[in-house]
């Protein structure tokens, strides 16, 4: 089926430094997201963009946190700076239509700030 | 605003028994319901989906799930459970809203599967 990549797998950083995190969506898909998830259970709603912008974002979306797609690439997320509470698995999903349709997800990027 | 809870946050089955995940929603409106499962140090990936219709819905290798709005529930079964469906299985709710999709979880329940 369809299949959404990540990259890098594991991400090793220091606290302040600067963190990109890189998804490569379904080649037809419009709606992108990314969600963290912590301990190994709890996922949660981190952002989501269609048509270049942030269509929602939750309370976890801090100032520090930024997306982008330039050029229909790879769809990113950026931590600048990194906090150790950042320190979590980062899943990217995306779908073709948004308002509940299904959401194809990666295999996410372990994040770990020391 | 929505919310997901899964009650149980552990479940463990036999090989070969029946099995009933529970899940219940809170959401104004009606609901879009998804069950997910994540394997070990893998992504999510999609069991069965709930959209306005028919209540029972199939989903791979053999589960299924209720929608019951007067319960707000949204339970998942499997008829014979199998080694390989030890994981954790997460369910979710979304909007119909097009401008948004976003997907609000449960907690998520592991199952834990016995020969």
């Known amino acids: 089926g369809p299949k959404v990549l990540q990259i890098p797998s594991h991400q090793i950083i220091d606290m302040g430094q600067m963190v990109t995190l890189n998804c490569d969506p379904v080649?037809?898909?419009?709606?992108f997201y990314w969600y963290k998830q912590i301990l190994g259970q709890q996922m949660e709603f981190l952002v989501n963009f269609y048509n270049g912008k942030v269509m929602e974002k939750s309370k976890l979306f801090k100032d520090q946190f930024s997306v982008e797609r330039p050029d229909g690439s790879y769809f990113t997320l950026k931590i600048q700076p990194t906090a150790l509470e950042d320190s979590a698995v980062y899943f990217c999903a995306s779908s073709l239509l948004g308002g509940g349709a299904e959401q194809f997800f990666g295999p996410g990027t372990r994040l770990t700030v020391l | 605003a929505q919310s997901v809870t899964q009650p149980d946050a552990r479940v463990t089955v036999s090989e070969g028994a029946s099995l009933q995940l529970r899940c219940k929603y809170s959401y104004f409106g009606t609901p879009y319901l998804f069950w997910y499962v994540q394997y070990p140090r893998q992504g999510l990936q999609l069991l069965l989906k709930y959209y306005p219709g028919d209540p029972v819905v199939q989903g791979v290798n053999g589960f299924e799930a209720e929608f019951s709005k007067s319960n707000s529930s949204f339970h998942l079964r499997k008829a014979s459970v199998h080694w390989s469906d030890w994981a954790v299985y997460f369910c979710?709710?979304?909007?119909?809203?097009?401008?948004?999709?976003?997907?609000?979880f449960g907690d998520g329940t592991v199952l834990t599967v016995k020969p």
């Open positions: 979710a709710v979304s909007t119909k809203n097009t401008n948004t999709g976003k997907l609000t």
């Open positions: 080649s037809n898909h419009l709606y």
